[in-house]
């Protein structure tokens, strides 16, 4: 590991030489970070667990030792080092009782066979649902704007809806819904929100892996497991009892079964024409307890006060969570260790307020925000933006870190999503200096925009970003990094095998890091408040709090 490392520096340092300003960054530091991370002992750094208990003492050490000041919940005019998160905690107790019937003949479905069923966050203790009518109502969106409907009068009260995963256009690529890149529409958070505001019994979501862009195994891990929400006031509006994914091909047989053609029926869909159609005969069924209840997790937050407009703050931001310890994989292997999802991001926050309290210090504030349940729905982040510890309105920036490639360096990186912004602008002008050419994102029907903890942010108005590593590796160029990319998401991504390897060098890391620490640095030392570009979606809101920024 030494020599690698060595040889992984000497590599890096003819590239960050261009930008002698910005501080260098100890990619030995960013590995043992990640290896006690995601290691078995923080047991998958879930909320709620031991492994939350591990992760926050071991990180609220690491940012005491890089020179931080606690950021978190003010307690008797004291800054603490977290801020407090009430969840809503849900787990199916046992194995729920889950069937599909066709002219009265039942059949028994398997949790996370052909079906992941997600506990639900209604804040329901039980869920009996007895033969509901299932309805096929497209892509599940009522877009006005779009002239879209895929409802069209249906009452959804009583039944469960199946619909399709992404937007009406991501086969055609060109169409209403911004072809290939995917809008808040085709999000599977969207689709059960609109059924909720629908009165549905449920809504069952149709995998099919190109448009959601993961596989089974993501969705069965991610959904079968123990589910939180941020505590709301009326949480029925937002989630439907049973809200869950089904397989392709038992759609397919469920369609065919009910005289249908699944096929002929997605083709209809990509339509403004569709028109919801009942699976004739078809009900679902569903029976099982459900432990729910509410605790407290945590954001754990470092910060450096600004010298001279402290109360304007640039925020870097990261998740520590991941998935705890859930089921078994091929090997046994019961634990997700999040070893680049998000070990990464959360070594590259604590590096990055070592190297700021290690230089001058900024004229605004800055905060170091690593964020709970991120894996749950973006909810450390979700909770900050809606109970910020400082204003947003005066928050000047958001630079999130996710899944950074702990690999050797590229020549170019991209960001979650391409959302138009000042901010990006300034990245990518910034990043010429470091020889790192920008990428919009490659895959934006993925969605990843609202998939990172900078979305809530946004959603808000606040400038934010995701960066994310390159794939014109050094070693190897493009083919090389989209085989490594997609080799990751189908056998590690949410799975066990995410796990710290010896064999990384982290020194594309060490080599990006400088680029994020001068973004942040030079607004922090300016009097600049970017913005949303001028046909952004979050441009109004942002400009709503302008005069609090005189």
């Not at 787990?91 to 002219?103: A, D, F, H, R």
């Not at 408040?529 to 979050?538: G, I, R, T, V, Y």
Request: net charge negative.
């Amino acid at each position: 590991m030494k020599n690698t490392l060595a040889i992984a520096i000497a590599l890096a340092l003819p590239l960050v030489a261009a930008a002698a300003d910005a501080p260098n960054f100890d990619p030995k530091r960013l590995s043992d970070e990640v290896k006690v991370l995601s290691s078995d002992a923080f047991e998958g750094r879930a909320p709620a667990t031991a492994g939350e208990t591990k992760t926050v003492e071991y990180v609220v050490e690491q940012m005491k030792a890089a020179g931080l000041s606690p950021g978190g919940d003010l307690k008797d005019g004291q800054r603490a080092w977290t801020q407090a998160v009430p969840l809503l905690r849900a787990e199916i107790s046992g194995q729920p009782k889950l069937s599909v019937s066709q002219g009265g003949k039942a059949q028994a479905l398997t949790q996370g066979t052909e079906i992941a069923v997600r506990a639900p966050l209604n804040g329901a203790k039980s869920v009996s649902i007895k033969d509901a009518p299932l309805v096929f109502a497209g892509y599940g969106v009522n877009a006005p704007e779009r002239n879209w409907d895929d409802f069209k009068g249906l009452d959804l009260k009583g039944k469960v809806a199946v619909v399709l995963i992404n937007d009406p256009d991501f086969e055609s690529g060109k169409g209403d819904f911004g072809g290939k890149a995917m809008t808040y529409y085709g999000r599977w958070t969207y689709k059960y929100e609109e059924a909720a505001r629908r009165g549905a019994a449920g809504l069952l979501i149709v995998h099919e892996t190109d448009p959601a862009s993961y596989g089974w195994a993501t969705v069965k891990n991610s959904n079968t497991n123990t589910m939180f929400d941020i505590v709301r006031d009326h949480p029925e509006a937002e989630h439907v009892p049973v809200e869950g994914w089904i397989t392709r091909e038992f759609a397919v047989d469920l369609f065919k079964r009910s005289g249908l053609d699944f096929a002929a029926l997605k083709k209809q869909a990509q339509t403004r024409e569709f028109k919801p159609v009942e699976l004739k005969g078809s009900t679902f069924s569903a029976d099982y307890a459900v432990d729910s209840k509410v605790i407290t997790s945590q954001n754990i937050v470092g910060r450096i006060e600004g010298s001279t407009r402290p109360d304007e703050t640039v925020i870097y931001s990261a998740h520590w969570d991941h998935l705890g310890v859930g089921a078994p994989d091929a090997k046994g292997d019961r634990i997700y260790n999040g070893a680049v999802d998000n070990a990464t991001g959360t070594a590259a926050l604590i590096e990055m307020g070592r190297a700021f309290a290690n230089g001058p210090k900024p004229q605004r504030s800055i905060v170091f925000l690593n964020v709970t349940a991120e894996e749950k729905g973006l909810l450390g982040s979700e909770y900050y933006s809606a109970k910020p510890l400082y204003p947003l309105a005066k928050t000047v920036a958001v630079l999130n870190t996710d899944a950074l490639g702990p690999e050797g360096v590229a020549r170019n990186f991209s960001t979650s999503g391409s959302a138009k912004s000042d901010l990006l602008d300034e990245l990518v002008t910034t990043a010429k200096s470091f020889d790192l050419a920008y990428v919009p994102d490659q895959h934006p029907e993925a969605g990843h925009f609202f998939r990172s903890d900078h979305f809530p942010f946004a959603k808000r108005g606040v400038p934010a970003l995701s960066y994310e590593s390159g794939n014109d590796l050094v070693a190897g160029g493009a083919a090389a990094g989209e085989a490594a990319g997609k080799d990751y998401v189908k056998n590690r991504y949410h799975q066990p095998a995410d796990e710290w390897q010896a064999s990384w060098t982290f020194a594309g890391m060490a080599h990006d890091l400088p680029l994020l620490y001068k973004v942040g640095s030079d607004l922090a030392n300016s009097t600049r408040w970017p913005n949303w570009a001028q046909d952004s979606e979050f441009r109004a809101t942002r400009d709503a709090t302008a005069t609090e920024r005189k």
